[in-house]
């Protein structure tokens, strides 16, 4: 048998650019909002703990801000994706090739170990658009709060 080779890579690096976004009703937006304009997508607001300006339509949204971990970000806008750690198992086995003086090896690769180690560790969170929405806005009510 040849040369076992044991690698293991370990990788820490800031999160990629994700832009979380709130999708505003189209005609919200072209109507009341931005005249003219007729996207909806816009930088999420994240609203403080029984913030005036917002009215919780779906009472899981301030759940689920919080438990994404936005709730630091409240009054504001949210960041980047969260720091990143991966580490990467490679095993790699030589054995004899088919003719004399040749050799081959067999590889075996594990890419985020650390994620199969512990599930809440080597999270990559990215978007091939750069943008994750998070909640939807259908109406401004009277007193112009977004609902």
Avoid at 19 to 29: Q, S, Y
Avoid at 103 to 128: E, H, R, T, W, Y
């Amino acid at each position: 048998m040849g040369i076992t080779l044991i690698s293991i890579y370990f990788e820490r690096h800031s999160g990629y650019p994700v832009t979380h976004t709130t999708n505003f009703d189209n005609n919200l937006v072209r109507d009341k909002l931005s005249p003219g304009v007729t996207t909806g997508d816009y930088t999420s607001y994240i609203p403080t703990v029984n913030d005036p300006n917002v009215v919780y339509t779906v009472p899981a949204l301030e759940a689920a801000l919080q438990e994404r971990g936005f709730q630091e970000y409240a009054g504001g806008y949210t960041p980047t994706s969260p720091w990143v750690n991966t580490l990467d198992l490679s095993i790699k086995q030589e054995i004899p090739g088919l003719f004399e003086g040749h050799k081959g090896s067999i590889s075996f690769i594990v890419d985020n170990l650390l994620n199969l180690i512990d599930s809440s560790q080597g999270k990559v969170i990215n978007n091939n658009f750069g943008t994750l929405r998070l909640y939807d806005v259908d109406s401004i009510d009277a007193q112009g709060r977004l609902c």
